[in-house]
């Protein structure tokens, strides 16, 4: 007597042998796929972070950003109130003027003096003195030229400008604030210049070299990837440039795979809309030979 149930059988039988067989298919695949990549999650996003200071002290005028706004390179970000340096420029000038008329005497004098040492009316000591007048007067001159000069530069020094185009962050002042020279007063952080270090395993180096195409994936934008290009690999581990290098001085060695930081740069167009912070982690895949 036939068994009803058998069609059912091999119908599950065949079900499940496509279900394997598709399974040991993609497992193929993608062993297949990442064969050739060198894929890590230890990575971030690092950038350039410009510090702003003023170059003179005083007390803040104007503050003309905000935390995270973006600015162009020569936009104005902070002015310092310019009274006792406006009086500095205008005490330099007086004093310049006065060392001008000294000169100017000291001048004649000179011309007067080589006369009449040239007639032998007065010794050589009288012509010298005046001579040495005439110098020291130059000098004068000189200086409170180069004096007027700093004046000027520090009253240009009142205003701080934005170096490079960025986002401002750690915005540490406000109006009325009496600053110091060199104070930090914020950052500027420009998202045009980004790149990755990606701290891989020594053992996955081997096939790892400059100018190999890399797929990154960032944590903040699942299913969005980014491109970009191996730049470098540092001459080190990170253990070796680590504030404290490990040591073996007591023999209790214990053999530790080491990591070794990678530069990408990303690609010039990847991330048109500045969407990349840095800071953000990701998981770059680097392709070791031609896809």
């Known amino acids: 007597m036939m068994n009803v149930e058998d069609p059912k059988k091999r119908k599950v039988i065949k079900i ?15 062993i297949v796929h990442n064969l050739n990549r060198e894929t890590t999650d ?15 002290s005083g007390t803040v005028l104007k503050v003309n950003v905000d935390d995270n706004q973006l600015v ?9 109130d310019p009274v006792d340096y406006i009086l500095k420029v205008k005490e330099a000038a007086a004093n310049l003027e006065v060392r001008k008329a000294t000169l100017e005497q000291s001048v004649r004098d000179r011309d007067r003096a080589e006369a009449l040492f040239n007639g032998k009316v007065i010794p050589k000591e009288k012509y010298e003195f005046a001579l040495t007048a005439y110098n020291l007067a130059k000098a004068q001159v ?3 030229e180069q004096q007027l000069n700093i004046s000027r530069q520090n009253l240009r020094y009142t205003k701080v400008y934005s170096p490079v185009d960025g986002y401002v962050t750690k915005k540490s002042l406000e109006i009325g604030n009496q600053i110091r020279v060199e ?6 952080i420009g998202l045009k210049d980004l790149w990755l270090t990606a701290n891989y395993k020594e053992t ?16 903040t934008y699942p299913g969005k990837v980014f491109t970009g290009t191996v730049d470098s690999i540092m001459a080190g581990t990170g253990a070796a440039f680590s504030l404290f290098p490990p040591e ?25 809309d500045h969407v990349l912070r840095i800071g953000m982690s990701c998981v770059p895949s680097i392709i070791t030979k031609n896809e």
């Open 42 to 56: 230890d990575a971030y996003i690092e950038g350039r972070i410009h510090s702003i200071a003023s170059k003179v």
């Open 204 to 219: 996955q180096l081997k096939n790892v070299k400059k100018g190999q195409r890399v797929f990154i994936k960032v944590d």
């Open 142 to 144: 000189s200086a409170a």
């Open 248 to 272: 073996n001085a007591l023999g209790n060695y214990v053999k530790v795979v080491q990591r070794i930081p990678i530069k990408i740069v990303f690609d010039k167009n990847t991330d048109q």
């Open 16 to 30: 499940l042998a496509v279900i394997v067989a598709a399974g040991l298919l993609g497992a193929g695949i993608y």
């Open 183 to 188: 104070q930090p007063l914020m950052a500027i």
């Open 72 to 80: 162009k390179k020569g936009d104005l970000l902070v002015e310092i």
